[in-house]
């Protein structure tokens, strides 16, 4: 990676669960983070930022449906209707969680979406980092990881501690995004897509 890596960009070091934002050859901002479990490891990429999602819907990668969604429903039947996950059939129709033989790997064909609140796996921020893996940056209601010395947790994205401070100066250079306005649409609970003016490059790297 030498070279010229552009004037402002970000750089998550995954050993270290880290992430720096650099401009002009310094670190300005440095943020703990919670990065992938050592099974769905945070792939090394470099892509660019091109978007910040206030509030955003998650839908559920198949991963994670084989993994995590059908043992839990087998164990918790309630699991979906408690953390408000919708599931939507190819033709974009709602299910009952009923319909489903979760016995077997059926819900896999299914889109399983988790409307925007507090109980939000991504939080009140998504930051869109289009890339090949489908892996992207996101805020998170599991705060109390940020404390743990061992932050491998998540599947392949990355969590941001203070996540709203890296939006900041993300959008800083972006009109119409001064702190107050974000600080506005973080707090209004609205979905609001916010288009970086000039895309901010990004490296995860193992360092």
Known sequence: M???LGERYAVVNIPAAHLEAVENGTALLRHTTIVGKPDRASPVLQ??????NFHPFWTVPVS???????????SEPEY?????????DQR???LSANLVNWRSDEAVNYMFRQDPGELN????IRVNMPNPQAVYMHDTPSKNLFGEDFRFHSS??????????FVVWLLKDTGGWSRAKID???KSGERVEAKIAKPVPVYWVYI
């Open 47 to 52: 892509a660019k930022i091109v978007e910040v």
């Open 80 to 88: 979906l209707a408690k953390n408000k996950i919708r599931i939507y």
């Open 184 to 186: 506005g649409v973080i």
């Open 2 to 4: 030498s070279g010229y």
């Open 64 to 74: 994670i449906i084989q993994k995590d969604l059908i043992p839990k429903m087998q």
């Open 156 to 165: 392949d994205c990355v969590r941001i501690q203070n996540i709203r401070e």
């Open 121 to 124: 796996s991504m939080g009140t």
């Open 92 to 94: 974009g129709r709602e």
